[in-house]
């Protein structure tokens, strides 16, 4: 080998050895900010758990500043402002991150929870319902997604579409939610009967009964409609299947059917009605002093008497029935009784 061929290959040794140290100082010189980077979120993680929001964000916002690509980052910058009552910058930060075009699925969905839950905050449903939409355009089954979804369509009242929304979560989970979807129908009902059409309006009380049969609110809300339509023993016959199906809950539509009744001028039923459902069950307090009413009002203060005593029996501190006594006794002309339950209403 000549001098010449041992000096050009020296030369090139040196230069080969001084690029490969170039190039790991230059990878380290890279490195660097990243390993702060994560360090950095790593403390901010910590701050947050420990309630430090201050700190936490200035974390966060080292981390940014290291590294851009920090995705997670900026998430939790727009979480903490939120949380600090900056809804309208929270959103932005949240906005912001979704228009760039290397996103995955997972970092889209978490950055629209995020927006979603900023703009819930700021009680604007229906921005945070178009970023709950996007989220199940990504993943229709995002359990969290169609819950939202469900509230958000209750908060907007829009009904039919918070009903198909519950049918949809309760798939998802596996498992039926009959009296949530029953409660969407109700509204769905009432909205319909706000625009006088009560024919449509029973038509989903209807089906809300097919799902929870022994919805009240259906059965009084159907009541409710024909009476509207001045149909009073329609409503009537209403409520009497009510209460044949629910013998125990009956209390519930006692008001609704005693004006019912006075309204067709038919008073003598209601007591029937009353006394087959103390038989059937005696621990109805409701139907006792319901009965006591009416047997007072026809003069038959002892019958009263012995009603709201029947309850007191089963519960002595019940005190509608001690209220009731002091009235009764007090027109028996038994004074002495009436200050007796008077006394014993005050202290309970």
């Known amino acids: 080998m000549t001098e010449n061929s041992i000096f050009i290959f020296s030369l090139l040794a040196v230069a080969l050895a001084g690029g490969i140290l170039l190039y790991?100082?230059?990878?380290?010189?890279?490195?660097?900010?990243?390993?702060e980077a994560a360090n950095d979120f790593s403390a901010g993680l910590n701050y947050l758990v420990g309630?430090?929001?201050?700190?936490?964000?200035?974390?966060?916002r080292d981390v940014v500043r290291r590294d851009t690509n920090n995705v997670d980052a900026y998430i939790k910058i727009g979480d903490i402002l939120r949380e600090a009552g900056n809804y309208d910058r929270a959103a932005k930060v949240h906005r912001d991150l979704l228009v760039r075009t290397n996103l995955n699925n997972h970092q889209q969905i978490q950055i629209?929870?995020?927006l979603a839950k900023d703009y819930e905050a700021?009680?604007?449903?229906?921005?945070a319902l178009n970023a709950v939409q996007k989220i199940l355009a990504i993943n229709r089954n995002d359990l969290w997604a169609l819950d939202l979804e469900v509230q958000l369509y209750e908060r907007?009242?829009?009904?039919?579409?918070?009903?198909?929304?519950?049918?949809?979560?309760?798939?998802?989970?596996g498992e039926t939610q009959n009296s949530r979807l029953a409660y969407f129908l109700i509204q769905e009902g009432l909205?319909?009967?706000g625009q006088n059409d009560h024919k449509a309006s029973r038509i989903k009380f209807r089906e809300a009964l097919k799902l929870d049969e022994h919805s009240p609110e259906a059965y009084?809300?159907?009541?409710?409609?024909y009476m509207k339509e001045e149909r009073a023993e329609d409503a009537l016959e209403t409520l009497k299947h009510f209460i044949e199906k629910n013998p125990a809950k009956a209390s519930v539509v006692f008001t609704r059917m005693k004006d019912i009744l006075f309204n067709i001028g038919v008073f003598g039923e209601i007591e029937n009605i009353y006394k087959s459902i103390i038989e059937e069950y005696p621990d109805n307090k409701e139907a006792h002093l319901a009965l006591a009413e009416i047997y007072e009002k026809k003069g038959q203060v002892n019958r009263a008497i012995q009603l709201c005593q029947e309850v007191l029996e089963k519960d002595a501190k019940h005190k509608p029935a001690l209220r009731m006594l002091v009235t009764y006794y007090h027109k028996r002309g038994d004074d002495r009784k009436a200050v007796d339950h008077a006394l014993r209403f005050m202290s309970e």
């Open 220 to 225: 009084l809300n159907i009541a409710d409609s």
């Open 24 to 35: 790991q100082q230059r990878m380290r010189s890279l490195k660097r900010p990243l390993e």
């Open 51 to 60: 309630g430090d929001r201050a700190l936490a964000l200035q974390k966060f």
């Open 191 to 193: 909205q319909l009967a």
């Open 112 to 114: 629209l929870r995020s």
């Open 156 to 173: 907007l009242k829009q009904w039919k579409k918070a009903y198909e929304s519950c049918e949809a979560l309760g798939k998802s989970r």
């Open 122 to 127: 700021s009680c604007k449903p229906e921005p």
